[in-house]
């Protein structure tokens, strides 16, 4: 286990993730404390058990659920982790949700609401309450999770598409605002074709033996949270281009 990361805490919505999961595997392996928020418990908990099989510092799992919880219950999650750490380096926002990949004339308004709230409302409200922990620390990193296909803006692409595409103009209201300070970079992070849960879902007759697996990603996730992109801010990181 390297130590690059050792003494950082950094968050990880959708911690029992597919790529929420590799990513804290990876940055738990760097020496960082990983917390892990998903509403899935047992899925954390295999992740859990993979960072301690890999030599990791044990992780915290936080069961919470983004789509559910209010503005309150935010507020609470930013103030248990102040309390209890002091200060945040990072946050890896890589929950999804994916209700329907259709026609928008068959999209409920249910579904719809559901995949905006998961994967752009939650990520606002996340970054704003975590904003002051993130502060605190000589220097933090939020990683927003994209799409590469999000700005092509592809047919039955519906509240996902729209809400990557939303997300990168986020982000990059958010660099621009906290750049002169100095102390939180903000970037986002496109990781193209891999053989994840979510382009199974998206893509299920596609042969994954010509994907890249998911533990592919590890080192760009160990360069955004590394001393090593502490001057990059604001910009788009094409995981299939990435050059450590």
Not at 48 to 53: G, K, P, S, V
Not at 143 to 150: G, P, R
């Amino acid at each position: 286990m390297d130590a690059a990361l050792a003494n950082q805490t950094i968050l990880i919505t959708g911690g029992g993730g597919g790529l929420g999961g590799t990513a804290a595997v990876a940055l738990a392996k760097q020496g960082a404390h990983i917390i892990l928020l998903d509403k899935k418990i047992p899925k954390m908990e295999q992740v859990y058990d993979r960072i301690l099989q890999a030599g990791g510092v044990e992780p915290t799992m936080y069961p919470f659920d983004l789509a559910g919880a209010d503005e309150t219950q935010y507020q609470e999650l930013a103030e248990i982790i102040d309390q209890q750490y002091g200060k945040l380096a990072g946050i890896l926002h890589s929950a999804v949700d994916l209700s329907a990949y259709s026609p928008v004339s068959q999209i409920s308004c249910q579904e719809w609401g559901q995949t905006i709230t998961v994967n752009l409302n939650a990520c606002f409200l996340l970054s704003r309450v975590l904003l002051p922990v993130l502060q605190k620390s000589e220097h933090a990193s939020i990683v927003f999770t994209s799409d590469s296909s999000a700005r092509n803006a592809p047919a039955y692409s519906g509240a996902y598409g729209v809400s990557k595409v939303a997300i990168e103009g986020f982000a990059q209201i958010l660099a621009k605002e906290l750049e002169t300070a100095g102390i939180v970079r903000v970037n986002v992070l496109a990781p193209g074709a891999v053989n994840s849960p979510l382009r199974k879902k998206i893509y299920p007759a596609e042969d994954k033996s010509q994907l890249a697996a998911m533990e592919s990603l590890e080192a760009v996730y160990c360069y955004l949270f590394s001393d090593q992109s502490l001057n990059i801010t604001g910009q788009i990181i094409q995981a299939s281009t990435f050059k450590p």
